[in-house]
């Protein structure tokens, strides 16, 4: 069945003292492109999402929002820069002195300078915040492919709607087409015995101008090229994986055949059933831009 390349997906969870969520949403694209964004410290998260997206994701402008909250429980040490908080607190006495100000320096006034600071954390444990990236990950997605193959299906209901009206209109062309053959021979025997009322009508050249007239207008290829795109175009709707491309190709072979059709036919009833063939490939055509 069709997804949609329209959708959305999120997930927030608890995992090794962290608080993790993953965001994922999703628009039309030609082709597969992601954007993720992931805490700074944590750039190795990047190409593991993209290839877990892209296990489960084959079309689409992607983007994907990671947080990844500190690990309550780590342990992480602060060691001061004596030189430069020395530093700092001389030029502040200095300060003081010069300019015949109150003296009021306290640890508090000296620490609002942070780059005396040096915090160390341990090594971050890649897999293991993988592990926990990926859970939340997976969930995210679950929600997000559903999401699409639930648009998919709204998207297979109309596409399959509108495929039933074209084939009934294509089997008014095919019922119409030999009619219009047989009044065309009907008015060009009226029409020569109006002009010849005085001399015998010539039999045969009517039925040669009958054929030429039938071969001109004949739509029977085009009409059976037509039921064979649909065909195909059936089998694709209903097959797995990617499929937006393989159908826009059949919906341009089928509108060419449409054309031609068009081209050919000399009968008004004939062209207004052409128009609304065209009209109907069209809005498939414009549903099927969001098809993956």
Not at 77 to 84: C, P, Y
Not at 104 to 127: G, H, L, M, Q, W
Not at 188 to 202: P, Y
Not at 205 to 231: L, M, P, Q, W, Y
Request: hydrophobic residues 35%; contains cysteine.
């Amino acid at each position: 069945m069709i997804k949609s390349m329209t959708g959305y997906g999120n997930s927030r969870q608890i995992i090794d003292n962290r608080e993790i969520s993953v965001e994922i949403r999703s628009v039309n694209h030609r082709y597969f492109e992601l954007s993720c964004r992931t805490p700074r410290e944590m750039g190795f998260l990047e190409e593991k999402i993209k290839g877990a997206v892209k296990s489960r994701v084959f079309r689409g402008k992607i983007d994907v929002f990671v947080t990844v909250g500190a690990d309550e429980n780590e342990q992480a040490t602060v060691t001061v820069n004596h030189s430069l908080a020395s530093g700092y607190v001389n030029a502040l006495k200095e300060i003081a002195q010069r300019y015949d100000v109150q003296d009021d320096i306290s640890v508090s006034a000296v620490a609002r300078y942070n780059d005396i600071f040096k915090v160390t954390k341990p090594e971050a444990d890649e897999e293991k915040i993988w592990s926990a990236v990926s859970t939340v990950l997976n969930d995210a997605l679950d929600k997000f492919v559903k999401m699409r193959s639930t648009e998919g299906e709204k998207l297979y209901e109309d596409i399959n709607g509108r495929c039933s009206t074209i084939l009934q209109l294509v089997a008014k062309v095919e019922e119409r087409s030999p009619q219009t053959v047989a009044e065309y021979r009907k008015k060009l025997t009226e029409r020569m015995n109006e002009v010849l009322s005085t001399t015998a009508v010539d039999e045969q050249r009517i039925i040669t101008e009958a054929a030429i007239f039938a071969d001109k207008v004949a739509v029977d290829e085009e009409t059976v090229r037509i039921r064979s795109h649909f065909d195909q175009f059936e089998k694709v709707l209903n097959s797995e994986g990617s499929v937006g491309r393989k159908i826009d190709f059949l919906l341009q072979e089928m509108n060419r055949e449409t054309n031609t059709i068009g081209s050919k036919v000399q009968d008004a009833d004939l062209a207004h059933i052409v128009v609304e063939i065209k009209a109907e490939l069209e809005k498939i055509r414009e549903q099927v831009q969001n098809v993956e």
